[in-house]
Every structure is written in C-alpha cells, then in structure tokens.
T-cell receptor
C-alpha cells in the first residue's frame, strides 16, 4: 500500500529565509504526487503536482518541488518565505490504479519576523 | 461558481445519534471524496465516488455510509455516532479521478459527546 512520511511536524523559519519541507513516499510503481497547503480554519489548496516528465515542478506562490525516484522523495522548496506562507503543508501520493489519495501527517510552518 | 459547499459548519451530537453531512459541487466534477482530519494524522480518506451511482471505500470507512445519486451531491451519513468520530470532515471534488487537482470544501467540525 502507498504511504507518505513527512518527518517534520513543525518548522520555524525567518521571513525572507529559504524553506525546504520534506516528503518521502512508499510506492511500487510511478506515483503521482501533490503538495497542498491549508491556512488556519480553511480547506486545502493545491500548490503543485507531479505525474511524469521533468522532475522539477513549479507551483503557485513561488513554490517548487523536486521528484527524486532514487530517494523516494518529493521535497517542497521556496527560496524566500513571506509571513503569509505560515500554514500547514501536506504531501500526498496517489495511485492510477485505485483512485485513492494518501496524505502525509502534515508540517506546520511558522514564520518569524 | 460556489465551488464545493459543505453544511453544516459545526455540529454537536450525542453518542448513538445519526446525521448526514452534506456536500455539493457545481463544477460538474465526476470524482468526489470525503476525508477526516485529526490532529497529527493528516487527512484520511473515508469514501470516494468516481461518478453518479458509483462509490467505494477509502482508508477509514467504518461507521460511515455514502451514496451518489447525482453528479452534484455526495452526502456522508453517520449511522450511530461515536466519540471516535469527533473530527473535521472535508469534502473534495475533481475532474475524473484523484490524479487531478481536488477542490476542497471549507469543512465541517463535528463533536460527538
């Protein structure tokens, strides 16, 4: 069965600093992968997704993620964070065969001035 | 477009009561899903549907029923509420499968006493 691990429960970053959120997945074939963001009290919004092709994908709000098959990782990055990036971030992996999406446990991002 | 709407926003139940969480979308999406979000556990898939008349179980289906009589609506029924079902419930929809971007509703916060 597919699974997703987000090893960092909470990360604190200074405004203007770079950011990397980690995501590791377990899946036998080629997965499709997503990063979603959830602001407090809100539903989730898609940041970016990977199906195939170029392993570096660009998303909204200046985020990007790199798919590394050898490391089973799909880490999210941003070169310079803004206070409005404070939120919870979820990595998710899917399977073309069973229509189910599996989410990680999330990483809460705090931005300090 | 209203997107994905959920009612109610908040609900308190007593153990053993039943209720239905409503979900509707006006984007003509074929795929709809229900998740529950619990602290430290991310989002877990309860049930999903790939089109009207077709539903299937997700990761945590016990205690919940769904039906999909129309493309627009996907209600989630709690048959006999238990304190373990205290959670935030999100409905989501997408074009033709979980591999497409899912649009999430604002959530329903349910407390079972």
């Amino acid at each position: 069965a597919q699974s997703v691990t987000q090893p960092d429960i909470h990360i604190t970053v200074s405004e203007g600093a770079s950011l990397e959120l980690r995501c590791n997945y377990s899946y036998g074939a080629t997965p499709y992968l997503f990063w979603y963001v959830q602001s407090p009290g809100q539903g989730l919004q898609l940041l970016l997704k990977y199906f195939s092709g170029d392993t570096l994908v660009q998303g909204i709000k200046g985020f990007e993620a790199e798919f590394k098959r050898s490391q089973s990782s799909f880490n999210l990055r941003k070169p310079s964070v803004h206070w409005s990036d404070a939120a919870e971030y979820f990595c998710a992996v899917g399977d073309f065969g069973n229509e189910k999406l599996t989410f990680g446990t999330g990483t809460r991002l705090t931005i300090i001035p | 477009n209203a997107g994905v709407t959920q009612t109610p926003k908040f609900q308190v139940l007593k153990t053993g009561q039943s209720m239905t969480l409503q979900c509707a979308q006006d984007m003509n999406h074929e795929y709809m899903s229900w998740y529950r979000q619990d602290p430290g556990m991310g989002l877990r898939l309860i049930h999903y549907s790939v089109g009207a008349g077709i539903t299937d179980q997700g990761e945590v289906p016990n205690g919940y029923n769904v039906s999909r009589s129309t493309t627009e609506d996907f209600p989630l029924r709690l048959l006999s509420a238990a304190p373990s079902q205290t959670s935030v419930y999100f409905c989501a929809s997408s074009y033709f499968g979980s591999y497409n971007e899912q649009f999430f509703g604002p959530g329903t916060r349910l407390t079972v006493l």
